[in-house]
Structures are given as C-alpha cells and as structure tokens.
C-alpha cells in the first residue's frame, strides 16, 4: 500500500475518535518513528510504498489508539520541556503545567546563584528533578518515588538526558525524617479525587497509574500535609517548597500550608488559567 493510501485509511478508521489536526498529529509521529520519515518526505515521496513489516508496526499503533490508549505510551516517549523522556504504564505522561512548576524553581534558583541542593518526591518519570539538572548543572538533585517500576524509567531518563539525579525508592506518607536538609523540596503528588473521575478523560483513567492520580475524597491534601511536615524539619533555613496543586483545592492548600506555619506563600496559575502550583516558606 501507498504511504499515502495509508495516511487516508489511518485518518478515516480515528475520525468518529478525533479531530483532524490530531489524526495528523499522530500519524506523523508513528511515521517519523517507525519510518524515519518527516511531514516533508510524504509530499516528497508520493509514491512511497509501506513494506509489510512497518505496515505491521503502523496497523499495531492504530488498532491502540482506536483504543484510546495514549499516543506516549504507544511510542514509548514524550517530550517534557524540551528533553526526550521514556515513559511507559507505570510512569504519568509529563503535563505541560509541570513544565510552567520546572520554570518557575529555575528562575528561583537563578536569583539565588548559590550551589542548592532539591528533593523531588513522587518523581515518576524523573522529569521534574532531571529538566531541574539539565538546566542548573551545579545544584544536587534526589528524587523518591514509591513505585519501583517508575524509578526503573527515572533512571534511564537520567541516562537519556546524560545527568546525575540520586533516585530513591521511599514511601513518604510512611516517612517519619528526610535523611538530610533541602535547599528545595517540589512534589506534583497524587491529587485527584474519586470524585473528580468523572471529568477525567478515559484515555487517562483506563491508562495512566490510579496510584500517581488518585487519593481518596476524605483526605485530599494527604499528600500535601505530609510533605508540608517533612518541610518543617528538612528544608534549610532559607528553603522553598515548591507544590503542583489540584485547582480545585487551591484555598484549601493555601490555608494548610498557613496552618502549618508557612508565611510567604505564593499561589500561581497555569497556562490553562487554574491555580496550579506553590511555593511556600517558612
Ligand atoms: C502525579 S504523579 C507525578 C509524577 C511526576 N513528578 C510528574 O510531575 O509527571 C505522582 C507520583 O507520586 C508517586 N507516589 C504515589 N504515592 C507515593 C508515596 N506514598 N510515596 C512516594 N511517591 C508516591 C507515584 O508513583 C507518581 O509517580
């Protein structure tokens, strides 16, 4: 089959799923990754044929995302602000308000320019501590995370990204210390509620990890009141924490972090326009 004839049969079997731009969106990605091929060599090469194996590979994608499943995971990888990161199952995908949280400690740190060191707590895909490393080579970087599995990608993303990060399996609702001061401590934990599941999207319910999603609807802060309690303890004296916050529960967070005993605290929007993300000292 034509790589053309192809591109028409992908777009009509996804149409009743997704809009045009995101058909086109994916089926370039598929054809740069399994085809080597660019948006270019298409118009260059009308009469390019799809040999029976990639046909294969391409078949096995589209039956996938016919599925909804998430085009990262098809492929295997995903971009986080600007660096190439595996992810698989076990891994969230990197949102892109992450990448505003990432921004916002660099320019931080930038003011400070001394040598600082960062824990990053529930770190999934590495992405938050890794961009923080690439960025401000000279800082000491860790990251904990619960799930093994996780960690396992974390640190190939580090090889990938050709920076040292020191990744930690450590279970921090468990955790009663940090083993050391913290010039900045930046956690996006689990944070949505069961009752919030019904504006997720089924592509992410039926395939992101429910463990780095969800907490339950009678404690939704869980996350947040612990780390905000290691802080207290762990971060140097003029230390920041830094949090990816459930937009909904922004006034709630606010307050906590107060009760806690947090004075400058500092609530910012994201992209999308929610209250995203913290930071907060003491
Ligand atoms: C919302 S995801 C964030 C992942 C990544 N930092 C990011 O921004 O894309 C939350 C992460 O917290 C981890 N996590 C869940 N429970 C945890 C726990 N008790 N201790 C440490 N990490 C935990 C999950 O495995 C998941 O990787």
Same mark, same amino acid.
């Given at each position: 089959m034509l790589l053309k004839q192809y591109k028409s049969y992908f777009s009509e079997q996804l149409s009743s799923i997704f809009p045009q731009t995101e058909i086109n969106t994916f089926f370039f990605l598929l054809i740069e990754e399994? *085809? =080597?091929?660019?948006?270019?060599d298409l118009t260059l090469q009308p009469t390019f044929e799809v040999l029976s194996d990639k046909k294969r590979l391409l078949d096995e994608a589209l039956a996938r995302l016919k599925k909804e499943e998430p085009i990262q995971y098809i492929l295997g990888k995903t971009e986080f602000f600007g660096l190439p990161f595996n992810v698989d +199952?076990? %891994? *969230?995908?990197?949102r892109p308000e992450t990448e505003e949280l990432v921004e916002w400690i660099v320019k931080e740190v930038e003011k400070s320019q001394k040598l600082l060191s960062i824990l990053d707590i529930g %770190? =999934?895909?590495g992405c938050i501590p890794i961009s923080l490393k690439k960025q401000l080579p000279n800082m000491n970087v860790s990251a904990v995370d619960v799930s093994e599995k996780a960690l396992i990608v974390a640190k190939k993303n580090a090889e990938l990204n050709d920076v040292e990060v020191s990744f930690m399996l450590q279970d921090i609702l468990k #955790? +009663?210390? *940090?083993n050391s001061k913290f010039d900045i401590i930046v956690s996006n934990p689990p944070y949505v509620r069961e009752l919030e599941k019904a504006e997720i999207k089924n592509n992410v319910l039926e395939n992101e990890p429910h463990l780095a999603l969800f907490v339950e609807d009678n404690n939704p802060l869980l996350f947040y009141k612990k780390i905000a309690d290691l802080a207290k303890n762990n *971060? #140097? +004296? #003029?230390g920041l924490l830094f949090f990816e916050i459930n937009q909904y529960l922004s006034k709630e967070t606010v307050e906590m972090l107060k009760d806690k005993g947090f004075t400058k605290i500092e609530l910012r929007k994201d992209l999308f326009g929610n209250n995203r993300m913290i930071k907060a000292s003491l």
């Amino acid at each position: 089959m034509l790589l053309k004839q192809y591109k028409s049969y992908f777009s009509e079997q996804l149409s009743s799923i997704f809009p045009q731009t995101e058909i086109n969106t994916f089926f370039f990605l598929l054809i740069e990754e399994y *085809l =080597g091929f660019q948006r270019i060599d298409l118009t260059l090469q009308p009469t390019f044929e799809v040999l029976s194996d990639k046909k294969r590979l391409l078949d096995e994608a589209l039956a996938r995302l016919k599925k909804e499943e998430p085009i990262q995971y098809i492929l295997g990888k995903t971009e986080f602000f600007g660096l190439p990161f595996n992810v698989d +199952k076990n %891994t *969230l995908i990197p949102r892109p308000e992450t990448e505003e949280l990432v921004e916002w400690i660099v320019k931080e740190v930038e003011k400070s320019q001394k040598l600082l060191s960062i824990l990053d707590i529930g %770190t =999934g895909t590495g992405c938050i501590p890794i961009s923080l490393k690439k960025q401000l080579p000279n800082m000491n970087v860790s990251a904990v995370d619960v799930s093994e599995k996780a960690l396992i990608v974390a640190k190939k993303n580090a090889e990938l990204n050709d920076v040292e990060v020191s990744f930690m399996l450590q279970d921090i609702l468990k #955790t +009663k210390v *940090l083993n050391s001061k913290f010039d900045i401590i930046v956690s996006n934990p689990p944070y949505v509620r069961e009752l919030e599941k019904a504006e997720i999207k089924n592509n992410v319910l039926e395939n992101e990890p429910h463990l780095a999603l969800f907490v339950e609807d009678n404690n939704p802060l869980l996350f947040y009141k612990k780390i905000a309690d290691l802080a207290k303890n762990n *971060l #140097t +004296k #003029t230390g920041l924490l830094f949090f990816e916050i459930n937009q909904y529960l922004s006034k709630e967070t606010v307050e906590m972090l107060k009760d806690k005993g947090f004075t400058k605290i500092e609530l910012r929007k994201d992209l999308f326009g929610n209250n995203r993300m913290i930071k907060a000292s003491l």
